[in-house]
């Protein structure tokens, strides 16, 4: 169990992939550009098994953006795309229309 105040210092926000490339080297990687609303960030998601390149341009997700950077195959990540972890990835999105910086709570 975490708290209330443990809670509140996750920082998600709706976030609008605006470009993706497949990660050289790797078949579940993807590379992908997250504009978040006051700033774009390079992200690293391993979905690629799960979603096409092209589907993913224009997608609205879910971000996790105040987590440490991490590097991935040389590419520093910048957050984290929530998905629910099933057989393969499935993208946490809106239901409706939102724009990229909203916050999640």
């Given amino acids: 169990m975490i708290t209330m105040s443990d809670f ?3 920082e998600m926000k ?3 992939i605006k470009a993706a490339k497949a990660v050289e080297g790797t078949s579940k990687l993807v590379e992908l550009d997250i504009d ?3 700033e774009t960030r390079k992200l690293v998601a391993g979905i690629a098994e799960a979603y096409a390149i092209d589907d ?4 609205l997700v879910v971000v996790l953006v105040n987590l440490e950077p991490k590097k991935f195959r040389g590419i520093i990540s910048q957050g984290m795309i929530l998905a629910a972890d ?3 990835p499935i993208l946490l999105v809106p239901d409706k229309d939102v724009a990229p910086g ?3 709570r």
């Fill in 8 to 10: 509140q210092k996750v």
């Fill in 86 to 88: 099933a057989e393969k």
């Fill in 14 to 16: 709706i976030g609008k």
């Fill in 36 to 38: 978040i609303g006051e």
């Fill in 102 to 104: 909203t916050a999640v």
């Fill in 56 to 59: 993913l341009i224009d997608k």
